[in-house]
T-cell receptor
């Protein structure tokens, strides 16, 4: 079975632009979470979606938004990009509702975003 | 504020050594603790520990959750060069909070 997939793999953007990152969960998984990982740090939680509804939001500005589609795939959008948005963006999926407690969460390969 | 602290931040050992990685946490509404191995990009799931499952083992890796001490350890026995990676601890409460990771280097 295919794991979590993300696209694109790499992306270079200019300050002020916006970006859309995409994620497809493991087949059968209804929950998708997004994380930002800056070099040298652990992943930082951005959003969680389950059944197209937002179930959790981390401490990120409103420039960050996301949505989940009927097929459970998800998009992360970032507007008005700043240099500090340069990071690895990870998507993870699991099968349960709410938080991943009790469910093993699996990560995709990530999208490396560079803002110049 | 919820926080997860891992120690040590980095560790260098030789093949065959046994290592213990530590994770301590202070969170409200603890639900589970997860360990991941990150080599290049995607963190790979290792273990999930909850109140009903405080000890897990898989091959040379094992992990224990101490809810009284609010901590967990990840043990790796008979280390191999392929164990070289960053090991991440995450705690799920109201959200998922990760530690900064422990960078393990295993030398031949």
């Amino acid at each position: 079975d295919a794991g979590v997939t993300q696209s694109p793999t790499h992306l270079i953007k200019t300050r002020g632009q916006h970006v859309t990152l995409r994620c497809s969960p493991i087949s059968g998984h209804k929950s998708v979470s997004w994380y930002q990982q800056v070099l040298g740090q652990g992943p930082q939680f951005i959003f969680q979606y389950y059944e197209k509804e937002e179930r959790g939001r981390g401490n990120f500005p409103d420039r960050f938004s996301a949505r989940q589609f009927p097929n459970y795939s998800s998009e992360l959008n970032v507007n008005a990009l700043l240099l500090g948005d340069s990071a690895l963006y990870l998507c993870a999926s699991h099968s349960g509702a709410g938080g991943p407690a009790g469910y093993e969460q699996y990560f995709g390969p990530g999208t490396r975003l560079t803002v110049t | 504020e919820d926080k997860v602290v891992q120690s040590p931040l980095s560790l260098v050992v030789h093949e065959g050594d046994t290592v213990t990685l530590n994770c301590s946490y202070e969170v409200t509404n603890f639900r589970s603790l997860l360990w991941y191995k990150q080599e290049k990009k995607a963190p790979t799931f290792l273990f999930m520990l909850t109140s009903s499952g405080i000890e897990k083992k898989s091959g040379r890796l094992s992990s224990i959750l101490d809810k009284k001490e609010l901590s967990s350890i990840l043990n790796i026995t008979a280390t191999q060069t392929g164990d070289s990676a960053i090991y991440l601890c995450a705690v799920e409460a109201y959200d998922m909070r990760f530690g900064a990771g422990t960078r393990l280097t295993v030398k031949p």
